[in-house]
């Protein structure tokens, strides 16, 4: 078991070297970023274009540009901006900013999906499913930077009703805030509210789909018939021998809504003006910076392939008949 | 954005339960046609029809629509700008004064088609290499495999906003295949996963004892009972393509002026939602609805298709209660 | 082993006087897509005490319904109305907290799929120590020894061992006996078995029927068991029901049932069963039609648009169940009871007479001696085997399954050869293996005299004319998309017949198989399975083969429509000559269709002989003992009969035993002094001739009498 985990590891490691090595390629092939340069207003001198190019090894081919970044973010140096800045300075900052939306939307999201999900199954059919389908379906078909500006303008309307802001929009911080820790957690939780929820709500829906439609299927199987045959009531069949086994499908789908929430996080870093890894990738892109693309593409592929390797290992412990081999 | 799909649909089969004893047969002459069945099945879900009712109203209008006002996308009215909506401009006007109802049908236009082509592609280019995959196995089957693994780590969201400087300034149809280059994965990794399992039923074997050769049994037997999934997969396709279009157009990285999408307007105008919330919430409110729409007709697809759907009791019970009024 | 202090009560307690269950006019509806489903209408029976009632009837007659309102475990859309009185309690209308008390505690269930019946992801002795806790205050400690205790007495060895494993490293055999192990955890006092063995082999079948003859001893639970083979409850029921379309059509003590029937489907259900233990040609009763729908029935007796009797008045009402010859134990439905008395054959040859069956003729090349006929298939010394991988970059072959392990086998033209075994043991691979018609691991196939390895593509294309093949699963076998024209069609066009040929073809097939030309145009989803399976045979002679490979094409089928498809394969081969390679499990169907029969164990033919031969003088001990476990559906025969149980389960074909491959579970061998079980052990038997055209593979081999 110890060893199936292990080398599906290696294999994720290697997916995310490939993918990598993949955004690397495409963003040198198609930026061109003297191109931007030079429609600067006033053009800069020729000299200091060529120096450009010499920093950004644009005369070196692409694999070899990419074995030297590559021997850098080994050693811990991600290389620098166009605007020459060191990208490793502002990594960890950016990564703790995106980390801190992302755990707290996923775990939201999984709990109260799974919920939602498990309630809706059971009552097919009923009210509750019927309100808990139009509400998922609404919001799979909302995309975030809808989603999020709506809520923009709900936290807006709720400050001007109650005459404060109390949900603030703008930022994950208030610059300069002053006041001891409980005020700046006060603080911290104001700014996250709004942004959290625009990422919670859409992994609340899309998990408690699947978990729906699971659950449904185990409902008419056979064990739990058995297991109620024996003199479990039905509620007590459907949680511990129902639920337990309709989570085992949910273990793949970890993966697939990882990926889900770092797009939909991307949008929503732009929205509230967090400054994460989705927002430095819409800023990389814009200003043609290879570097910082590659850096965003490889946190990216690390947080997808480590959820996909949890999700192995949740689906190892959810599931015996993959155990043993 | 792919809401659920149900991978155990029954392959366009009436149900034959697996294994024990054969049922009794509908009686002769009484048979409905099982595409009978499945539209009687459609009509009384009314999401669906309310759904394709919707869609269908959508393309009218955004081809219609812009002939029916006086204001064009493209022309400004200079003694309005910024107004909210009143008779003159009933979607009111931007900060130019262009007609926000003109600019919203235009994309609306472009979103629609772009939906529509993309799905259409992608949805062929899955069945056909998703069922060839899944018959001959083999390296294209390893491909496959490996490349929908690859897409799951590089979101196509990042694989396209990082190739979107080589297509400015270039035709939008150049987006679409971009789109539909990158959706048909997961569909045909479905697809295959089914004739993985159609191979193995009898009637494709008889097939091949028969001496029938392989494409042939692909394109007689193969395909052809997939086509309540792939129908579904198309519509619910459309969804995901325009939804995918309007976030990489909210960065700009997707549709390119001076060609407007839903999604250039709601980025364009997402900063002032607060403000001017008719900007913001006109072209929102066309996409969130479209895609509400195309979603239901997916389920309801599916519902229609799936021959274990439950909905009869509900019909039942509105019948008897019909009766008694 | 010190047993614990939960205890089975003495037998046969009679807790209360009166029946356990008595069932009164129960009515059950389901909503549908075409109306209601009146799946039972008017259901009244009773179990006394320790007494042990079959309920027999084809699919869609309610017999599961009726078990499943028993126990309150039918969906809520159900609409069930009349009275289920459980130790003279009314169950109906009770909430589920109140039936939960009951269930499992005093009523308890064996249902009909082992495979699904346990959580995958609890262990088994979990599971069954679970049946105890919910009902009893007893330590964790105490309910896991129970269960391990309960394991042993199923006759799970190792119990200890077994109870930490999970459900999906149990053979089938092993889950049903857990499962009866968990209904019987808490001392029930009334069993219901819904048709606990239909998903079982034989062996295993005897197995766990022997099982739940021991349960009702311990627990002394009067036992409901449901079954659509009259053979099954033969020899264990004391009282039998028999449904049609929801009701029962006639009921009454077993002896009574199987030799006077007085109810038409009864009867015609008698004699449409091969009986294993008729020599010689039996003729079988096929009853026409199919069960009625449920939605819509028609007034009047619901079988009589099958019934051979049926005159008007059977149209106008409902037989209500009536006395019959004067017994208050027996009734039956309907209302010419007394001119069935009249006849004067019991059971299945009063059903010939009255339905009227014939036998098919033999074909005319039957008449040739065999050795004279022209070999249609040959196997010499056939070989397959899969490689078992592991590693997932990497690959390592780790092992080796063993799937057939060199086989021979010969038919001639006009021949039919029966193959049997039981699950696992090759005779679907050799049938792969033969229709593929690749070149062989190891060893030869031969058709019409061409060897499989030495043709080309065209020559492999061109021997496809001559082979053809009928599946198992009816609902499968036909393309749901295409109509039955293009179905029947499909062969012709890829042999390049003109569309004047097909055009012609088409409809004569369609009467050959005893279907009517007008239907063509319609879908397979509009056929029922016996009518499905013809139009398969249908496809299958469009080419005129010579050999036609039939993969347990009745298996599928409700026995009434079962007779009917065999009768029909009788009769084409009678007036085409062909050939059939007859792959089954079902002995008793292949007595009755073969010429020549091959028995399989673990990827060796180990008796292989003319029919009659092989079934009233078995040689190898495993033909015996599959023999002996097929149960004949009479009682008074069934209870005299000697039972040989197998001990365990199939060895892996993996890692077959040394020497001969049946020794580990033989009781010859089991008997043998250790020198002679040596040479089992040792040395592979050879096949060996035993009498004219009859060989087996046994280094001791005697004849054993089972039927």
Redesign the interface.
């Given at each position: 078991m110890a060893g199936f985990l292990l080398r599906r590891l290696v294999n994720y490691v290697v997916l995310a070297l490939v993918a990598t090595f993949l955004a690397f390629t495409l963003a040198s092939a198609t930026f061109d970023p003297i191109g931007v340069l030079q429609q600067r207003n006033p053009p800069p001198p020729a000299a200091s274009i060529e120096a450009k190019k010499r920093d950004l090894h644009l005369d070196q081919p692409i694999p070899q540009r990419f074995v030297t970044w590559m021997g850098g973010v080994v050693q811990g140096d991600f290389g620098r901006t166009i605007a020459d800045r060191p990208i490793t300075d502002e990594l960890g900052r950016r990564i703790g900013v995106s980390l801190r939306l992302f755990l707290l939307g996923i775990t939201i999201g999984i709990l109260f999906g799974v919920l939602l999900g498990v309630v809706s199954a059971i009552r097919q059919y009923k009210f509750s499913d019927y309100f808990a389908t139009l509400f998922s379906f609404i919001l799979l078909s909302t995309p975030v930077f809808v989603l999020g500006t709506l809520l923009k303008m709900g936290a807006q309307g709720i400050n001007d009703s109650i005459g404060t802001n109390v949900l603030i929009f703008v930022g994950e911080t208030t610059p300069g805030f002053q006041g001891n820790w409980f005020e700046h957690l006060g603080d911290r939780l104001q700014h996250l509210v709004v942004p959290t929820l625009a990422i919670a709500l859409g992994q609340i829906a899309y998990y408690s789909r699947y978990q729906r439609s699971s659950m449904l299927d185990v409902l008419g199987s056979d064990f739990l018939r058995t297991a109620q045959a024996k003199g479990l009531t039905r509620r007590k069949a459907l949680f511990k021998h129902g639920l337990r086994t309709a989570l085992i499908p949910m273990a793949t789908l970890f993966a697939f809504g990882f990926g889900l929430l770092v797009v939909g996080g991307t949008f929503t870093e732009r929205i509230f003006g967090w400054f994460g890894m989705g927002d430095w990738l819409v800023t990389g892109i814009s200003a043609q910076d290879t570097n910082i693309t590659a850096t965003v593409t490889l946190f990216v592929a690390v947080c997808v392939l480590f959820s996909g390797w949890l999700a192995d290992v949740l689906y190892a412990a959810l599931d015996p008949r993959i155990r043993v081999n | 954005m792919t809401v659920i799909l149900n991978e155990g649909d029954a392959a366009g089969t009436t149900g034959a339960a697996s294994g024990g004893p054969v049922d009794a047969a509908p009686e002769p002459g009484k048979a409905m046609t099982r595409g009978r069945l499945v539209l009687i099945r459609f009509m009384r879900n009314k999401l669906a029809l309310v759904g394709l009712v919707v869609i269908l109203g959508m393309y009218l209008m955004a081809f219609v629509g812009p002939l029916l006002s006086k204001w064009s996308y493209d022309t400004q009215d200079y003694t309005a700008f910024l107004e909210p909506p009143y008779s003159e401009h009933i979607f009111g006007t931007d900060k130019i004064g262009t007609d926000m109802f003109a600019l919203t049908m235009r994309g609306l236009q472009k979103s629609l088609i772009i939906g529509l082509l993309v799905a259409l592609i992608s949805t062929t280019m899955a069945a056909i290499v998703g069922a060839a995959a899944g018959y001959f196995l083999g390296v294209a089957d390893k491909a496959l495999m490996w490349v929908v693994d690859l897409l799951l780590v590089l979101p196509s969201f990042l694989i396209i906003a990082i190739l979107s400087p080589w297509f400015r300034g270039k035709s939008w149809f150049l987006l679409v295949l971009m789109l539909a280059a990158f959706q048909w994965m997961i569909t045909a990794r479905i697809v295959r996963g089914m004739t993985l399992t159609l191979k193995e039923r009898e009637f494709v074997k008889a097939a091949k004892f028969m001496g029938q050769p392989a494409r042939k049994i692909i394109a007689k037997h193969i395909v052809p009972n997939m086509a309540s999934l792939l129908i579904i997969d198309a519509t619910i396709n459309v969804g995901s393509a325009v939804l995918a279009e309007t976030g990489l157009s909210y960065f700009g990285f997707g549709v390119q002026s001076p060609d407007v999408s839903l999604g250039t307007l709601i980025g364009g105008n997402a900063e002032s939602a607060t403000t001017f919330p008719w900007l913001f919430l006109f072209p929102a409110g066309f996409l969130v609805v479209f895609v509400l729409a195309v979603n239901w007709v997916g389920d309801g697809l599916r519902d229609a298709l799936d021959p274990t759907s439950t909905r009869v009791r509900r019909k039942e019970k509105k019948d008897t209660k019909e009766k008694a009024a | 082993m010190t047993t614990s202090e939960l205890q089975f009560d003495a037998p046969a307690d009679a807790v209360v006087d009166g029946p356990v269950l008595q069932v009164e006019d129960l009515h059950v509806s389901f909503?549908?897509?075409?109306g209601?489903v009146r799946a039972v209408r008017g259901l009244s029976y009773h179990v006394a005490p320790g007494e042990v009632l079959g309920i027999v009837g084809?699919?869609?007659s309610g017999k599961s319904v009726s078990s499943l309102a028993v126990?309150g475990?039918l969906p809520s859309?159900a609409r069930i109305t009349g009275s289920i009185k459980f130790q003279g309690r009314e169950l109906i209308g009770q909430n589920?907290?109140e039936l939960?008390?009951?269930?499992?505690?005093r009523i308890?269930?064996v249902?009909?799929?082992p495979l699904?019946?346990?959580?995958?992801?609890?262990t088994v002795g979990d599971q069954i120590a679970?049946?105890i806790l919910?009902?009893r205050k007893v330590s964790k400690q105490a309910a896991a020894k129970r269960a391990v205790e309960l394991l042993d007495l199923v006759g799970i060895p190792n119990a200890v061992e077994r109870a930490k494993a999970?459900p999906?490293?149990f053979s089938g055999g092993m889950r049903q006996r857990a499962?009866i192990a968990?209904?019987i955890a808490?001392d029930p006092d009334l069993i219901i078995a819904d048709e606990p063995t239909?998903?079982l082999d034989v062996t295993v079948q005897a197995q766990v029927l022997q099982l739940l003859e021991t349960a009702q001893e311990v627990t002394g639970a009067g036992i409901v068991i449901i079954t659509?083979d009259l053979g099954v409850v033969a020899g264990f029921a004391d009282r039998l029901m028999v449904m049609y379309a929801g009701r029962a059509v006639e009921k009454g003590n077993v002896d009574e049932i199987y030799q006077q029937p007085r109810m038409p489907y009864t009867l015609g259900l008698l004699g449409s069963i091969p009986r294993l233990d008729v020599g010689e040609k039996q003729a079988l009763v096929p009853i026409k039609g199919?069960?009625?729908?449920l939605t819509d029935l028609p007034d009047g007796c619901p079988f009589a648009p099958r019934c051979p009797m049926v005159v008007d008045a059977c149209h106008t009402a409902e037989p209500p169940l009536m006395d019959v010859d004067g017994s208050v134990e027996h009734a039956a439905a309907c209302i010419r009871t007394n001119e069935i008395a009249a006849t004067d054959a019991e059971g299945a040859e009063a059903a010939v007479e009255i339905f009227g069956a014939e036998v098919a003729a033999e074909p005319e090349v039957a008449r040739i001696p065999r050795e004279q006929r022209e070999i249609v298939l040959g196997l010499d010394n056939l070989v397959k085997e899969y490689p078992i991988n592991k590693g997932?970059?990497f690959k390592r072959r780790v092992g080796t399954v063993h799937a057939v392990a060199g086989i021979s086998f010969d038919i001639r033209e006009g021949e039919t050869l029966g193959l049997v075994g039981e699950s696992g043991c090759g005779k679907t691979t050799t049938l792969m293996e033969i229709?593929n018609l690749q070149k062989p691991m190891g060893g030869e196939i031969s058709v019409l005299g061409t060897k499989s390895s030495e043709v080309d593509g065209k020559r492999r294309?061109a021997i496809?004319?001559d082979m053809?093949?009928v599946?198992?699963?009816?609902?499968?076998?036909?393309?749901?998309?295409l109509t039955i024209n293009d179905c029947i069609a499909?062969?012709m066009q890829?042999?390049g017949y003109s569309k004047d040929e097909i055009n012609r073809r088409v409809p004569e097939l369609m009467r050959l198989v005893g279907l009517r030309p007008e239907?063509l145009s319609?879908?397979p989803?509009?056929?029922?399975?016996?009518?499905r399976q013809r139009i398969?045979i249908a496809?299958a002679l469009a080419?005129e083969p010579k050999l036609v490979v039939l993969d347990e094409p009745v298996s599928?089928?409700?026995v009434s429509?079962q007779a009917g498809v065999i009768n029909l394969l009788e009769e084409l081969k009678s007036k085409l000559g062909l050939a059939y390679l007859f792959v089954a499990h079902d002995l008793s169907v292949v007595r009755h269709i073969a010429d020549r029969v091959a028995v399989m164990y673990l990827g060796k033919i180990i008796e292989i002989g003319e029919v009659d031969s092989v079934f009233e003088a078995p040689r190898h001990p495993y033909t015996q003992a599959l023999l002996s476990a097929i149960p004949i559906p009479d009682p008074v025969k069934e209870r005299q009969r000697e039972r040989i149980l197998l001990t365990g389960d199939l060895p892996s074909p993996a890692n077959p035993p040394s020497g001969c491959r049946f020794r580990t579970r033989c009781f010859l061998h089991a008997s043998l002094p250790p020198e002679q079980q040596r040479q089992c052990i040792e040395v592979e038997p050879p096949r060996e001739t035993q009498a004219a055209d009859h060989e087996a593979a046994c280094h001791f081999a005697q004849i054993r009498q089972v039927l």
């Open positions: - | - | 909503p549908s897509e075409s209601r084809e699919s869609g126990m475990l859309s589920d907290a939960s008390r009951i269930r499992g505690r308890s269930m249902f009909q799929d699904s019946a346990l959580t995958p992801v609890f679970e049946a919910v009902h999970f999906h490293e499962v968990m209904a808490n239909t998903a659509h199919q069960p009625p729908s997932v970059v229709l294309f496809r004319r053809s093949v599946f198992q699963d009816p609902m499968a076998s036909l393309d749901p998309r499909e062969p890829v042999h239907q319609r879908y989803g509009e056929f029922s399975g016996g009518q398969g496809r080419l599928a089928l409700d429509i």
